[in-house]
């Protein structure tokens, strides 16, 4: 079975099943392991999960969706994910770097459901629009200083002239 995630797809995780032979070295997430699994290299080990559920103890894969991923499953996809058992795989959209790729499922994996929002990143269109030509100039000439400000920069003159003084009397009488 091929499965197509699309290009620039985004905030999806596919829920694989790992049944029969596991592929060596698929729970340590090593590119041959996953190559065997999904028919493909074009993955990002970082944004894919296995797990066994054995290791959740009491938890179903269900609640680890949603309290690991914060992913609520609706009713259909807790049907889905009710019985899974085993090891399973969950492919996050990010895996795919933004490029189409398909994955070609290998003996024993099988697709259970997409988990997330159907939402997918468009590239950014050129502006076409004539305020996007050439240079944008400071229309605004600079505003003059303030009476309040002069007065302020005059009386601080003032007080460092006066400071100078009194330390130079002080130094001459003593």
Same mark, same amino acid.
């Given at each position: ?6 290009? @620039?797809?985004?905030?999806q995780?596919?829920v ?8 060596a070295?698929? +729970? =340590?997430?090593? !590119?041959?392991? +996953? ?7 074009a993955l ?11 290791? &959740?103890? =009491? ?13 609520? !499953?609706?009713?259909?996809? &807790?049907?889905? @994910? ?7 795989? &969950?492919l ?13 499922l $290998? ?7 997409? &988990? ?10 050129? +502006? ?10 400071? !229309? ?10 002069? $007065? $302020? ?10 400071m100078?003084l ?9």
């Amino acid at each position: 079975m091929s499965l197509t995630i699309p290009a @620039l797809e985004h905030g999806q995780i596919r829920v694989f099943a790992v049944t029969g032979p596991v592929p060596a070295g698929m +729970l =340590e997430k090593t !590119p041959d392991a +996953l190559k065997e699994a999904l028919g493909t290299d074009a993955l990002d080990p970082d944004f894919v999960d296995v797990f066994d559920t054995m290791a &959740l103890d =009491e938890m179903t894969v269900a609640d680890f969706l949603r309290h690991g991923y914060d992913l609520t !499953p609706d009713a259909a996809d &807790l049907a889905m @994910l009710k019985g899974l058992d085993g090891i399973v795989l &969950l492919l996050m959209s990010r895996a795919t770097k933004g490029a189409e790729v398909t994955l070609t499922l $290998g003996p024993g994996v099988q697709h259970v459901t997409t &988990l997330g929002e159907q939402a997918r990143l468009s590239a950014a269109q050129p +502006l076409e629009s004539q305020s996007t030509q050439g240079i944008i100039e400071n !229309p605004q000439p600079k505003s003059k200083k303030s009476d309040a400000r002069i $007065g $302020g920069m005059v009386a601080t003159v003032a007080l460092l002239v006066m400071m100078l003084l009194v330390g130079l009397m002080i130094w001459v009488g003593g």
